[in-house]
Structures are given as C-alpha cells and as structure tokens.
C-alpha cells in the first residue's frame, strides 16, 4: 500500500494530488491552503519516495497508475478530480483514460506523453544504481528551477536525496518506456495542461502536444522551470482553483467560458465579472438545490421566456451537470402545459437541434 495523508475540508469532493519523481507530497504545499478550502485533498507517495513502500522493479507507469486506483478503491472514492506534476501528471494520463468514469476533472502540470528519447532516464538508472540518489541530485533539482530562485533549490534536494535508490531507478526505467502518445486521445475529463516556460525536463512543446491530444483541453503557461507549481506558485495556485472549482466551467464547459473570456473587451469586462460573481458565484453554488434540480428550472423559464440562445447553451449544460434526453423533455412538456404550446414547440425546435449534435 502506498502511503498518504488527508488535508483541506473534512468532507467534500475530493481532489488527488500526485508528486513529480523525486519528490514528496510536501511539493503541494504552496498550494494546499487555497484548494483546501474546496476540497478534500488526498496526497500520496509514489513508490519508495515520502515512505510508501518500495517493492522490487522494474515499474511501468501503468502500475504506478494501479497504485492510485487501488488506493481509491480501499477508501471507498468512486469519483475524484486529479492533478499531478510529471511522474504525477503521466499517473493522471493513465487513470483518466483506463478508469474515466473515476477522474471528473484532470490538470496535468510539466509532463508529457513521451520523451525524445529513452537513454538519459537509463543512464540515470545506472547512476542511481551506482552511487545512490544523493550523487544526482543537485544536478537534477538545477533544472527544476530557473537561476534566479536557486533558493527553492535545498529543500528539494533533500527530497531527491531521500528517496529510495531503487525506487527511484526503477521509475526512472518507467520513463524511458513511456509512451502515452495514443493513450492521452481518449482522456475525456476535462483537462487543463500547465506548461513552464523554461522548462528543460519537460518543454512546452511537449504540453502544447498533450493539449491538442486530449480532447477539448485548455493550455496555460507560467514563467518557471520545471517545478512550475512551487516557483510560479501564486499563479499556478490560481490556475488550478478556477479549473477545479468554477462552476460556470464545470455547467457550460471550458469551451464556452474560454469564448466567452475571450470576446472580453473593455466594454463587457464588468457584464462578465457580474455574470461570474453573481450568477455562477452567488446563486448556482447555494447549497439549497442539487445542479440537475438547477438546471431543470433555467431551462424551464428559458423556454418560457423564448430566449433561444441562451436555451441551446442550457441545453448542453443540462446533459453535462447529468440530466437525460428524457428529463429534458418532460421539462419541455411541463412548458407547454404552463407557459403555452408556442413557447415549448419553439424550445422543443431547439433542443432538438442541440440533441442532434450530441449524436454527430
């Protein structure tokens, strides 16, 4: 079993947070103040770092990725959203596309599907193997961030340091033969793909590769290196928190909101900060009723009012936050009886057409 630990809410969803090789799960705690206040935040230990449990290699991905299921299983998550920094990204790749029905949201920072090549994760193996972690690790933390924040460089040194040779070995050998190049097409959660600007380990290109692979993912960049999560803290903090917990992203989708954001000009900044603060801050995350229950009643009064745009968006929204065909029909139906034949054949009209497009 590999080790964890609990912080943030006691109750709640739960967001998992997966480490980089080489680290422990302390590398999250620039962030953990500000999502703790949504979540439930399970942090674990990839195999032989923070204490878990280094069993014999060689290890693939795909297993350090069992791990994280298994894990869920023992403590009983059906569903969690899931964010992770390289080693830690690429368990997330994996979970997302063999297990989708668990992951709800995805955030992959500095990582990739494949590297350039294979042989400078098996001569590090071998040096590992030789000399120990400790022999690396100042070398390899140099390019975890950029010159000028060398500062951030002994704490993370002393987390290389302590892992298990082997382990490490082992997961570096998991590198070399990773390739999720195919894999990441079927990752479905929706995902946002962070990227350091001066990253060497894992270059931009490589997250600008993931976000045109996975399906409807957005891409973001932060003026760090490798580590982008701790040098770029306060910016990848606020990165994360609007992808994890806007409701407006998670009822209409990141597409729209994206659009939205950016048709933004000076004369409809504040129309949209009030949309933001007041329909999706204030009202749609009142606890008094569930999202599906939400969300039958906006389209309901949509329909009435014969607002046609906004219904298709509702539309859509509706079959995300989990309403059927069925259910939305019924709502249509109750339209008729009470706001009139008229107003329910025209949103009739339009949610067909929505519909439709669902099957293309």
């Known amino acids: 079993m590999i080790r964890y630990s609990w912080s943030g809410l ?57 791990d994280v299921l298994a894990l869920l299983d023992v403590l009983g998550l059906e569903r969690v959203s899931y964010c992770g920094l390289s080693l830690g990204g690429m368990v997330g790749m994996w979970l997302a596309a063999t297990a989708p029905e668990r992951v709800d949201r995805l955030a992959l920072c500095c990582t990739t599907a494949k590297f350039d090549s294979a042989q400078p994760w098996l001569d590090r193996a071998a040096a590992v193997r030789e000399h120990g972690t400790a022999s690396i690790a100042e070398q390899v933390v140099a390019r975890w961030f950029t010159p000028e924040r060398v500062d951030l460089a002994p704490e993370f040194t002393a987390m290389l340091a302590g892992t298990e040779d ?85 009822v209409l989708g990141d597409a729209h909101v994206d659009r939205a954001l950016a048709a933004t ?32 009643i906006t389209l309901a009064m949509l329909a009435t009012l014969c607002h046609e745009e906004e219904l298709a968006m509702h539309v859509r929204a509706a079959l995300r936050v989990g309403l059927s065909r069925e259910e939305i029909k019924e709502v249509l139906l109750q339209v008729a009886v009470y706001a009139g034949v008229p107003a329910a054949n025209r949103a009739f009209r339009v949610a067909q057409q929505v519909l439709s497009t669902q099957d293309e």
């Open 10 to 66: 006691t109750e709640g969803p739960v967001l998992v947070l997966g480490n980089s090789l080489g680290t422990t799960s302390a590398m999250w705690d620039r962030q953990v103040p500000a999502l703790g206040e949504h979540f439930r935040l399970l942090r674990y230990e990839h195999r032989g770092h923070g204490g878990s449990v280094a069993p014999p290699g060689p290890y693939t991905v795909d297993e350090l990725g069992a």
């Open 166 to 250: 082997e382990a490490y070995a082992s997961c570096c050998e998991a590198l070399a033969e990773l390739d999720f190049t195919q894999l990441v097409s079927g990752i479905r959660a929706p995902t946002l793909v962070l990227v350091g600007d001066r990253d060497p380990a894992t270059p931009p290109t490589h997250g600008r590769a993931l976000a045109e692979a996975i399906p409807g993912a957005r891409l973001a960049r932060l003026p760090a290196a490798h580590l982008a999560t701790v040098q770029a803290a306060e910016q990848a903090t606020a990165l994360l928190v609007d992808h994890f917990t806007s409701v407006r992203r998670q």
């Open 265 to 296: 000009d000076e004369f409809t900044a504040d129309f949209q900060e009030f949309i933001g603060r007041y329909a999706w801050g204030d009202i749609w995350t009142r606890p008094g009723l569930d999202r599906r229950t939400r969300s039958c």
